[in-house]
């Protein structure tokens, strides 16, 4: 008969001597052995309640066991007890108390972050920029990282927005893309770190790397255009004030001139008239010492004045009684010539002839003068 053939009375899956190895009795065994560790005793029987309070306990110790945590060197482990702070563990193999007693949360605090940025805004002098920038940025405090702020990187990227606004908000554009581009990220790294640190967020911003500060691309052509625009102004700007600069300096010296004619011809006058006044005196008291002598001089002096300045015809008046002819006109424009050449103060003298007979008329007449 074979081994395994019914009837011949052997397990083919015991060996010989050996009982059966029954899995039932197996978790028994095991049952009792726990029991008498855990103070149970030898009350559990096979199919009771032992079994259950094993399985509960077997439970708890995995319970108990999920409370282990490992916080690495860079790492700051944040504990809460029922969702409230509690303590801040270091790096480690730590344990806390499981879900949902207290809860942890793992915050990297070397780690550096990056967090791009870009916008577009307008400047000191109204020009509308492109700016593109990178904010890279450590979680320094976990506690107010987790705690103090809702959406800690939106946060972030709000006062990233509002401290580049009162940057570029406050500089030119001519700055912002010249000597002042280096200086864009530091001072709004320092007004974006004072915001945060204000509002207890917990992060430190490491650096800021400026990308790009340009035109946007739609409004290249209107920015060319005000550009020129404003160049145009500065240059009008500067031709009125050089005209002003060369007109108002020539100005004032024309009326400087005019008040130094305007004094000279005041201090002329003057001087005119006190020597006016002066020579009257003198002549006055000359005139109460001598009378006729001095009217005869003020009366030779005066005919002397009027002749000087007018043209003469001397005509010898002893001549005969025949009719002279006078070419007045004549005589007029050829003193008229010569005074244009000549002083005005000399005299146009013409001699006036009537033939031989008048001037034998002229002997006769002062051989009948003598006579008489």
Do not use: C
């Amino acid at each position: 008969m074979a081994w395994n053939d019914s009837g011949n009375g052997k397990d083919p899956w015991k060996r010989d001597g050996e009982r059966p190895n029954d899995l039932d009795q197996i978790v028994q065994n095991w049952q009792r052995r726990l029991g008498k560790i855990l103070g149970g005793g030898s009350k559990s029987q096979p199919g009771g309640g032992g079994g259950g309070y094993v399985l509960f306990i077997l439970l708890l110790i995995a319970w108990l066991f999920t409370g282990l945590y490992r916080v690495d060197q860079a790492e700051r482990g944040v504990v809460q007890r029922f969702g409230a702070y509690t303590v801040t563990t270091l790096p480690g193999l730590r344990w806390h108390l499981p879900f949902p007693i207290e809860s942890v949360d793992v915050v990297n605090i070397e780690e550096v972050r990056d967090s791009k940025f870009r916008t577009e805004m307008l400047t000191s002098d109204e020009a509308y920029v492109f700016i593109d920038m990178t904010v890279q940025y450590r979680r320094s405090d976990p506690v107010k990282y987790l705690f103090e702020v809702e959406e800690p990187e939106v946060i972030l990227g709000n006062v990233t927005e509002s401290a580049l606004r009162g940057v570029v908000g406050t500089s030119t554009l001519a700055e912002l893309i010249g000597e002042q581009r280096e200086q864009i990220p530091a001072r709004t790294m320092q007004e974006l770190q004072a915001t945060l640190e204000a509002y207890g967020a917990g992060i430190t911003v490491t650096s800021i790397n400026l990308e790009k500060v340009d035109y946007p691309e739609a409004v290249q052509e209107a920015v060319d255009d005000t550009q020129k625009a404003l160049n145009d102004a500065r240059r009008y700007q500067l031709e009125a004030e050089t005209f002003a600069n060369d007109i108002v300096p020539r100005a004032r010296g024309t009326a400087q001139r005019v008040l130094q004619d305007a004094e000279a011809y005041r201090d002329k006058v003057i001087a005119d008239a006190e020597g006016q006044s002066q020579r009257f005196l003198a002549l006055l008291a000359e005139y109460r010492r001598a009378p006729r002598v001095t009217r005869d001089r003020l009366y030779i002096e005066a005919i002397e004045e009027v002749y000087a300045n007018s043209n003469k015809v001397i005509v010898d008046s002893d001549s005969s009684g025949n009719l002279m002819y006078l070419p007045l006109d004549k005589l007029m424009q050829n003193s008229a010539g010569r005074g244009s050449t000549a002083d005005s103060g000399r005299s146009a003298t013409a001699p006036v002839t009537t033939g031989s007979e008048n001037s034998t008329g002229s002997d006769d007449s002062r051989q009948r003068r003598q006579r008489q």
